[in-house]
């Protein structure tokens, strides 16, 4: 299922209280129970005057359903297509991942799991990367095989 960064504008978000983002949390939970589990909320970032929320939907139309009957707005709605991150590894403070390299790359994929399930998978891959990880870097900075296109 496709995900979605979601930015609302909202002045005065960062001094939001605990209690008043407690109840903006609650009506977003009790809109999605009414639309249905197709549309999932990851995870939201309170910036000064933003918050932005990471959804999973079908499509944007949804996305916004949810923030007309939830009283939010729904200034800027973007498809996630990748996302990059830093991944901590052996030295303190030095951001490494899958390789030497300073960043890995997950691809999301349209499957939804149960949290545990996705954190036990997780977790075997990161296991194999790290078991590989020399051998896999090689075959990337080697580019692909001879005979073979890029794509």
């Not at 299922?1 to 002045?11: A, F």
């Not at 009414?34 to 949804?62: F, K």
């Not at 991944?87 to 390789?99: D, F, M």
Request: hydrophobic content about 35%.
């Amino acid at each position: 299922m496709p995900q979605y960064l979601i930015e609302r504008n909202i002045p005065g978000a960062g001094k939001l209280t605990a209690a008043e983002l407690q109840g903006i949390s609650q009506k977003s939970c009790a809109v999605l129970n009414t639309l249905g589990p197709q549309i999932q909320w990851v995870h939201s970032y309170v910036t000064d005057n933003q918050i932005m929320c990471v959804y999973r939907a079908p499509n944007e139309d949804l996305l916004r359903e949810h923030a007309h009957q939830g009283g939010f707005p729904a200034d800027k709605i973007s498809e996630i297509k990748t996302t990059i991150d830093p991944q901590l590894r052996n030295s303190p403070g030095c951001a490494t991942a899958v390789g030497r390299d300073s960043f890995r790359i997950v691809f999301l994929m349209p499957l939804t799991l149960p949290a545990e399930t996705t954190r036990k998978l997780q977790a075997s891959i990161e296991r194999y990367a790290a078991e590989h990880l020399d051998e896999a870097m090689g075959d990337v900075k080697a580019g692909p095989p001879a005979g073979r296109g890029t794509g």
